[in-house]
């Protein structure tokens, strides 16, 4: 469904292009063929191992790598950008950070914290590597100076979840990875592999907020975020469709996941008839 409208914007780069597939029954195979894409199997764990896989199994020889999801599109302005990129232009630079836009059953969420959102989605191979220690919240790290292109975007519309019952079961199955993620945390298992900082780059600051989530009481903060993301974040003004995927995606989500941590951590206290919903993570 989205594959070729990917492929179809980024034609004009004629960069060596690789798919990493996980069991595509669809027409995924038959486009990448149709393209002359190379492609490589790994079945699905998650999105950062998905990718790490994908950089290490792939011949890549070019200096910098580019990572798309399928459901992502590069608008004509970033194009140009990538079109006029020169290496000498960046010397010292080990990676960039793109402008996305997403899209939720067609309205561009433009509010609520959305937008301007930076993703780094351009390194140097070889330097830029997948963050392991995320579960579901995949992203990039490129250690060393980075940039942000602000101009350009890339857009993100699942088309997929124009259907609200495969975007609450695809949440359902982010939900039990999130748990999980964070019951590893608490255990001391699982560390940041980014340094937090609110006046750092995008991810420093975005590790800066995980931080302050994780030290919030469980239930209470799910409705501590909507609130703020709806109207100090003026969610609020995307309308009908924003808001539905403010309360969806910044509530409903974050309550599963947040009952899905609390029965983990029962498990782990044999004998434990309740958590206090207030106890402190």
Known sequence: MHLQRLLNSIVSLCAPTFVLDSGSTDETLNICNRNNIQVAFKKFENHPKQWDAALKTFPIKTPWVIGLDADQVVTPELLLQLNNFKDEDFIGVNGIYFNRKNYFKGSWIRFGGY????????????VGYSDLNENMDHRFIAPGKTVIWKHGHILEENLKE???SFWIEKHNKYSDLLAHEELERIKKIRVQSIS????GNPDQKTAWLKRLWWGLPKFVRPFLYFIYRLFFQLGILDGKTGILFHFLQGFWFRIIVDV????LIKQQIPGKSHIDFNQEI
């Open 115 to 126: 937008y301007p959102k930076y993703l780094l989605k351009m390194f140097r191979f070889g």
């Open 196 to 199: 937090p900082s609110f006046w």
């Open 162 to 164: 124009n259907n609200i």
């Open 260 to 263: 899905k941590l609390n029965e």
